[in-house]
């Protein structure tokens, strides 16, 4: 039978193919013939220079009359047809007074001389970055166990935008069978036709005429499709309806579903497999999907550097959706577990990290001496590998050269591999044209006890660090030595979880030191969600597609607070993006299921600066008691503390009025009304102060205490010590004053927590004290 999939992709090119010749259809941005070299850039018009619908018939028209003042091709171009203003690329409506175009370095230096002129910002690419845990979380279950699915109604009527890199639309967990259709606010488009979109995918459209120019000969997809998994994984994670039998190869196996299954999808292609995201693109999709509607925009992307707020699309496009009530949702990066590699770090973003969960797909190595190893594969748990096998090891450890395997005569034996050279899924594919009848991989020690299994093209178990030693211990002192593979499955509840992920990025903020980061870790480990089909694995073309896959990285725990981002909406509709983000925060977990403090892969203790406020916890934040609230304004004299120009404020606010910051109150970062408090003791007397309001969302009539857990290193004063609260939304302040026990800036972070208790409700903040800069 001809594969579905392909079937699908022929079907939505003839779509793409009738939308091309459609009149209708056909976009005026077309190829130019200008002669010279010729970059992309995103040009910041300066305030107060604002469209003015008087004197232009549209922000665009604006936009292409500044361009063509300073380029001799655009200006003939534009008096010809205002229509086919090819050079350029974005007229941006909301995310920031400018536009996106294409100059020679002559005509940016004309430009850089107009009185408009703020400044132009050279290309920049932005790179990517479930079975179980719906249950792990605690969304399902009955009224009477309190199932967070029951008091949110799985999150419908929630808009839920995905930005990511293509999307395989005919997928189950897109079905849009018993959904209703979307809200009336909802104004967005899909460029599928109406078969493939539904009330599941509301929403489908790519942005590309920025990227096309920049890499060049990339094919213009019309259609956001991608043969990639990521857009497709994140996508069902975050809102994917139920699926049956949903399993990786057997393992894993029960009913697929998204964390708000639900809730609405609108998807963005922004991304390009093996390119990247250009930030134009994102900066334009972001600006359609606040007009379209959308309550919850989810960004697993990010930039590797720290990059300032004003030239970050996802910061400037994230004050514009909370501006607006959107909730913004990005991931914190893939670099952990060295310090400072944070992205994503605005304060008005919740900022995920990527945790474990308790489930492991366990399978045993059995070496000859009849010593047994712990791994995980992904290898069909009905495997038998039959009587022991003969084990080596590749000469060179990495097994990244087929060539050499060939070499080792390696048929019907185990090879070991250490990391290195290849992906192990390309390991196995040589070992197998080599004969192998099995691999073991061996986790780099940095991964500690975690493990990323992927499917290999013959069964293999990877194993951590500490085990692959002893494995390769046994194998140098044995002659003949040999071993088997036992696959066990998925097991569930196992200890010392959730955990840090490895790779998960960790603070501290380069760009505002006083606002903690990241917020909080959700599950971002062996996440099982739907794909188009499974990479790295040759299939029997007569075997059905494999539907679901494991993917791993905050990619995808930035989905999952998504999703129960959603479910808090449905559930507070009149919420804000802040009310939200203080509930996910303040009722975050800090200890694993052991009830020992949650642990980084080295065994010890997470630090906040991995952990954040601590790990989701969907149950608790529906019904956070207190929330710490504010508004977008709220962020302008914070940025006027951190020492922005006008400038810079301005392009970060926009379309908000002008401001001027030597007219306006500055804000200290630590009074920023943030749900964790960081205190930066950088001189003497070495003492700081923390100002914070506490909306009543909890009991009408409540009174809170005040407990702080700190060393005694530092002394804290929370004044008033006690909060009595007489109605709901009413907002009562408090201030925390630290300093040092000694007199002396503390010689490394300090961590501790202010909690405000009453009754059941347990409203907590990480309070984090360190010397040292302000700001990067």
């Known amino acids: 039978m001809d594969n579905p999939i392909h079937i699908w ?15 209708a259809a056909v976009t005026p941005v077309a190829g130019h013939n200008d002669y010279g070299e010729h970059n992309n850039y995103l040009i910041i018009v300066r305030s107060p220079y604002e469209y003015d619908k008087r004197l232009h018939q549209n922000v665009s028209s604006w936009h292409a009359s500044l361009l063509s003042s300073v380029c001799d091709s655009a200006k003939e171009t534009l008096a010809a047809d205002p229509s086919a203003m090819t050079r350029l690329i974005y007229s941006y409506r909301n995310v920031v007074n400018g536009f996106a175009a294409r100059m020679t370095p002559e005509e940016l230096e004309k430009m850089s001389k107009m009185d408009w002129f703020d400044r132009a910002l050279p290309e920049q690419t932005y790179h990517l970055l479930t079975t179980h845990t719906p249950q792990m979380l605690g969304l399902t279950g009955n009224r009477r166990r309190g199932g967070l699915w029951n008091t949110s109604n799985m999150g419908e009527g929630v808009i839920i935008g995905i930005l990511d890199d293509g999307i395989y639309a005919g997928h189950p967990s897109f079905d849009g069978a018993g959904m209703q259709p979307p809200p009336a606010k909802w104004k967005g488009r899909c460029d599928f036709n109406k078969t493939v979109c539904n009330n599941k995918l509301i929403g489908a459209r ?25 857009g497709t994984h994140t996508s069902s994670t975050a809102a994917g309806a139920f699926v049956p039998d949903a399993s990786v190869f057997g393992n894993g196996l029960g009913t697929a579903t998204g964390m708000a299954p639900r809730a ?9 497999e093996q390119k990247g995201c250009d930030r134009d693109d994102i900066l334009a999709a972001v600006d359609d999907a606040i007009e379209d509607g959308v309550d919850i925009l989810s960004l697993s992307l990010g930039h590797e550097d720290a990059v300032d707020f004003s030239d970050d699309p996802v910061s400037l496009g994230g004050y514009t959706a909370i501006l607006n009530g ?5 991931a914190a990066g893939n670099t952990g577990p060295s310090p400072a590699t944070l992205v994503n770090e605005a304060p008005w973003l919740l900022t995920v990290g990527a945790s474990t969960s308790d489930r492991r797909f366990v399978a045993t190595v059995k070496l000859g001496d009849k010593v047994e190893v712990d791994g995980e594969s992904l290898s069909d748990p009905k495997t038998n590998m039959g009587d022991p096998r003969p084990l080596v090891q590749d000469v060179d450890g990495t097994c990244a050269s087929e060539s050499v395997l060939i070499a080792q005569k390696i048929t019907g034996k185990i090879i070991v591999c250490d990391a290195g050279g290849v992906v192990s899924t390309e390991k196995a594919k040589m070992a197998k044209r080599a004969g192998a009848a099995g691999m073991i991989v061996i986790t780099p020690e940095v991964f500690g006890p975690v493990i990323i299994p992927r499917p290999h093209a013959i069964p293999a178990v990877q194993v951590p660090f500490a085990a692959g030693q002893k494995i390769k211990t046994f194998l140098q002192t044995t002659q003949g030595a040999t071993a088997t593979f036992v696959f066990k499955g998925s097991t569930f509840k196992n200890p010392q979880s959730p955990m840090v992920a490895p790779f998960s990025s960790r603070g501290p903020n380069r760009r505002s030191r006083g606002i903690l980061k990241p917020d909080l870790i959700g599950p971002g480990v062996n996440v099982i969600a739907g794909v188009p089909s499974i990479e790295d694995v040759e299939l029997d073309p ?11 990285g905050t990619s995808m725990a930035a989905p999952h607070l998504s999703g129960i981002a959603a479910l808090i909406k449905h559930a507070h509709p009149t919420w804000s993006p802040a009310a939200i983000k203080s509930a996910l925060m303040t009722t975050a977990d800090t200890t694993d ?16 600066l991995a952990l954040g406020a601590g790990h989701v916890n969907p149950q608790k934040a529906i019904d956070p008691g207190l929330v710490y609230n504010m508004s977008a304004a709220g962020y302008v004299p914070y940025l006027c503390g951190l020492n922005y120009t006008d400038q810079k404020v301005n392009t970060i606010i926009y379309p908000e009025r002008p401001v001027q910051c030597a007219n306006l109150s500055r804000l200290e970062q630590d009074d920023l009304n943030y749900p964790s408090i960081t205190a930066i003791l950088d001189q003497p007397p070495f003492t700081a102060t923390a100002n914070r309001s506490v909306t009543n969302v909890g009991a009408a009539s409540s009174t809170y205490v005040v ?9 804290v004063e929370v004044n008033p010590p006690k909060l009595t609260f007489k109605a709901l939304e009413e907002v009562l302040n408090y201030s925390v004053t630290i300093r040092s026990a000694d007199g002396r800036a503390p010689a490394s972070p300090v961590e501790g927590q202010l909690k405000w208790v009453s009754g059941k409700y347990v409203v907590r903040s990480p309070l984090l004290v360190v010397a040292g800069i302000r700001q990067a």
Not at 264 to 269: G, K, N, S
């Open 707 to 715: 407990e702080v857990e700190v060393p005694a290193t530092v002394k």
């Open 206 to 230: 790519s942005y590309f005429e920025s990227a096309k120019w920049k890499w060049k000969g990339l094919r213009d997809p019309v259609l956001p499709i991608s043969e990639g998994q990521h």
């Open 326 to 330: 959107v909730f913004i949702c990005a």
């Open 264 to 272: 609405h999808i609108a998807f963005y292609q922004v991304c390009y």
């Open 9 to 23: 992709r022929a079907l939505c090119v003839a779509v793409a193919v009738l939308l091309l010749l459609s009149p």
């Open 593 to 608: 299921n052991l009830r020992k403090p949650i642990a980084d892969v080295d065994g010890k203790p997470a630090t906040f």
């Open 542 to 552: 007569k075997a059905a597609v494999p539907r679901f896959d494991i993917k791993s």
